[in-house]
T-cell receptor
């Protein structure tokens, strides 16, 4: 149980275009989803926390207009990288968490490798 | 603020040898502590977690970790390394059981030598 599907697993896009990454909780309702960015050989950096039906909370230094997060349903959150540039190339990972008392937290997707050319 | 420090970004062990990955934490409240494993180009898989129920926590794949408040440590161990254990390991801390913000360490890459 507690499967999180992240799609696509990898994507290559041209500089200036936008890319959407989806994170779905397949067998539980995720009231909270987290988006992380991982640079090569580094740890996960929390980008934002999204709660279903409300605006995402971004970490300091993360551009909310560049990384658009939508959490419109209890099973789906999306991250859109707008006007992508090569420096946005990275590994993006989502995690989904059910409400307290309804299951263990932090179920991770398999990540999305974004390459901007 | 909470933080974790993983000592040693790379650890090499021989197959069959003891695995010891170090993690020290800093927290102003009783912490929840986690160990995750990441294989190349994949997400994170939970190995084990400490939630104050018992100081010695057993996880999957033969791993265990001991919470030592006096040393603010939560080191990960496995008695006998297997080739399939080669991966990146992350220690993490939360003040909410993981339901809110979780802070990850920088990771330790484990190499298993045949």
């Amino acid at each position: 149980g507690a499967v999180v599907s992240q799609h696509p697993s990898w994507v290559i896009c041209k500089s200036g275009t936008s890319v959407k990454i989806e994170c779905r909780s397949l067998d539980f309702q995720a009231t909270t989803m987290f988006w992380y960015r991982q640079f090569p050989k580094q740890s996960l950096m929390l980008m934002a926390t999204s709660n279903e039906g409300s605006k995402a909370t971004y970490e300091q230094g993360v551009e909310k207009d560049k990384f658009l997060i939508n959490h419109a349903s209890l099973t789906l959150s999306t991250l859109t990288v707008t006007s992508a540039h090569p420096e946005d190339s990275s590994f993006y990972i989502c995690s989904a968490t059910p409400p307290v008392g309804q299951g263990s937290p932090l179920h991770f997707g398999n990540g999305t490798r974004l390459t901007v050319t | 603020a909470q933080s974790v420090t993983q000592l040693g970004s790379h650890v090499s062990v021989s197959e069959g040898a003891l695995v010891l990955l170090r993690c020290n934490y800093s927290s102003s409240v009783p912490p929840y502590l986690f160990w995750y494993v990441q294989y190349p180009n994949q997400g994170l898989q939970l190995l084990l977690k400490y939630t104050s129920a018992a100081t010695l926590v057993k996880g999957i794949n033969g791993f265990e970790a001991e919470f030592k408040k006096s040393e603010t440590s939560f080191h990960l161990t496995k008695p006998s390394a297997h080739m399939s254990d080669a991966a990146e390991y992350f220690c993490a801390v939360s003040d909410s059981g993981g339901y809110q913000k979780v802070t990850f360490g920088i990771g330790t890459k484990l190499q298993v030598i045949p």
